[in-house]
């Protein structure tokens, strides 16, 4: 948006990759580690094959966001987690 030939404003919509992961929690540790970790490698190849700039996670266990953080390369998001469900 515009004003007197200034710029007031500015937006866009971007997409993005959103790994999206459902563990068994009964399972035993090893098989839910094995799992998870052909999960998130799939969601890792896949968002490079897609040439996305990111993959997110929304992440409500916080063992489970420092194991993405400590093994993946996970970084904390600025801001707060919002949703618009449409």
Known sequence: MEDDDEVVAYGMVK???EA???L???RPLR???DA???LIEAAIAKSRDLHMEQLVG???NRDFANILRKHYGFVN???E???LNL
């Open 31 to 33: 098989n839910k580690a």
């Open 81 to 83: 987690a919002l949703v």
């Open 36 to 38: 998870f970790k052909l």
């Open 24 to 26: 068994d929690l009964d």
């Open 58 to 60: 929304f992440v409500e």
């Open 20 to 22: 999206i992961m459902v």
């Open 77 to 79: 998001c600025s801001g």
């Open 15 to 17: 997409l993005f990759a």
